[in-house]
């Protein structure tokens, strides 16, 4: 059974960079039929896209966040990262890692994330100084 | 404010069906998979639907999905008190190109 597994800091100070690692186990992060991305949460709150990449280093980001977003990944540690960039107070979330499958997009001739099958438990940061 | 849109609450008792409702346009739901997530408390999401209408492995068929053009429809019959929960539904939009997701509606079992 794939497992995905956040980790990094619980807690980051407002300007400063959040940074969070997924770890996935029992499973190939080069698998040629996924994405692999983060979701996050804020607290009471709904849920919001944040990115995702392909193994081969292709990414989508949400445009709200883009300016400030980086997702990575090492397929040596069958890891992926997210970085973000001069966070405030409405960054305060619980961040998940996620699976996504993906399809071609008839429209634009690129390739779609589909739905996401395999979530981490998620990691509460919260921005504060 | 989400791409999607969805119902804040809906409500029904036990043993009764209810549906949700999920509402985009023609850059996500219009011409993109729809998926339905539903969250219990303090849980992460977990896949419902996918593919507008497909069950993962171990989902009853009592949830089923629906689309029609840039609207997408949930289903859950024989409501049970463990179906309380968040649900969401997401797609992908081809003109951001990225997820997007609707701002969930919570499930009440009276």
């Known amino acids: 059974q794939l497992q995905l597994q956040e980790s990094g800091p619980g807690l980051v100070n407002p300007s400063e960079t959040l940074s969070l690692t997924c770890t996935v186990s029992?499973?190939?992060?080069?698998?040629?039929?996924?994405?692999w991305g983060w979701i996050r949460q804020p607290p009471g709150k709904g849920l919001e896209w944040i990115g995702i990449?392909?193994?081969?280093?292709?990414?989508y980001y949400n445009p709200s966040l883009k300016s400030r977003v980086t997702i990575s990944v090492d397929t040596s540690k069958n890891q992926f990262s997210l970085r973000l960039n001069s966070v405030t107070a409405a960054d305060t979330a619980v961040y998940y890692c996620?699976?996504?499958?993906?399809?071609?997009?008839?429209?634009?001739?690129?390739?779609?994330?589909?739905?996401?099958?395999?979530w981490g438990q998620g990691t509460l940061v919260t921005v504060s100084s | 404010q989400s791409v999607l849109t969805q119902p804040p609450s809906v409500s029904a008792a036990p043993g009764q069906r209810v549906t949700i409702s999920c509402s985009g346009g023609?850059?996500?739901?219009?011409?993109?998979?729809v998926h339905w997530y539903q969250q219990l408390p303090g849980t992460a999401p977990k896949l419902l639907i996918y593919?507008?209408?497909k069950r993962p492995s171990g989902i009853p068929d009592r949830f089923s999905g629906s689309k029609s053009g840039t609207s997408a429809t949930l289903g859950i019959t024989g409501l049970q008190t463990g179906d309380e929960a968040d649900y969401y539904c997401?797609?992908?939009?081809?003109?951001?190109?990225?997820?997007?997701f609707g701002g969930g509606t919570k499930l009440t079992v009276l």
């Open positions: 593919d507008n209408n």
């Open positions: 997401a797609s992908w939009d081809s003109n951001l190109s990225a997820g997007v």
């Open positions: 990449i392909y193994s081969s280093g292709i990414t």
């Open positions: 029992a499973g190939s992060i080069s698998s040629s039929n996924n994405y």
């Open positions: 996620a699976r996504a499958t993906l399809y071609y997009d008839l429209l634009t001739g690129f390739y779609a994330a589909g739905g996401v099958d395999y």
């Open positions: 023609s850059s996500n739901i219009g011409n993109n998979y």
